[in-house]
């Protein structure tokens, strides 16, 4: 399967086929690893995939009741954290919330580019960034298990509306 372009989450494309692309990635991902993907952990995925946006668990959690599966928070939780878990999202800390992975299946370094006015997010590869936060850490004896990089800015086309 493709990599998705990061750019695609600020510009017009074909949403339909992106979100199609990573369900079916994920699918394959959890067969492959024996995960169960069970309905709501599905549904959840296809919630976060809706939009190149990180909503919150309790956002997630109400669409998840709309749709019969429960209005208590767990139920989300449970749902986020086993995508997290699996490589199939990740929690974007800035804004407290969860964004389904653009690369899921493969080891990587992700950088959340975050515009500050539509919060849309885009995920690119920050590989080039760990290596030198590694080599950083690694110069005082520290080693570094999980890192999170975000970058707080304005998408293009928030910036071509600004005044």
Same mark, same amino acid.
């Given at each position: 399967m493709t990599r !998705? *372009? !990061?750019a695609a989450a600020f510009h $017009?494309? *074909?949403h339909a086929a992106c979100a199609s692309d990573a369900l079916a990635q994920a699918e394959e991902l959890c067969a492959q690893t024996g995960a169960r993907f069970t309905p709501v952990r599905r549904r959840t995925l296809e919630i976060l +995939? #809706?939009?190149?946006r990180a909503l919150g668990a309790y956002e997630v959690l109400e669409k998840l009741a709309e749709d019969g599966f429960g209005k208590q928070p767990p139920v989300a939780?449970? @749902? +986020?954290e086993f995508l997290v878990e699996q490589g199939l999202a990740h929690r974007v800390r800035r804004l407290n919330a969860f964004a389904a992975c653009t690369h899921p299946g493969s080891a990587h370094a992700p950088v959340f580019l975050i515009c500050s006015t539509c919060d @849309?997010?885009?995920?690119t590869s920050g590989q080039s960034l760990r290596t030198a +936060? $590694? #080599?950083a850490a690694e110069g005082i004896g520290f080693s570094v298990e999980r890192a999170n990089i975000e970058a707080i800015g304005q998408? !293009?086309?928030c910036r071509e509306t600004r005044p």
């Open positions: !998705p *372009d !990061p $017009d494309h *074909d +995939l #809706a939009e190149h939780y449970r @749902a +986020l @849309a997010v885009a995920e +936060l $590694d #080599a998408c !293009p086309k």
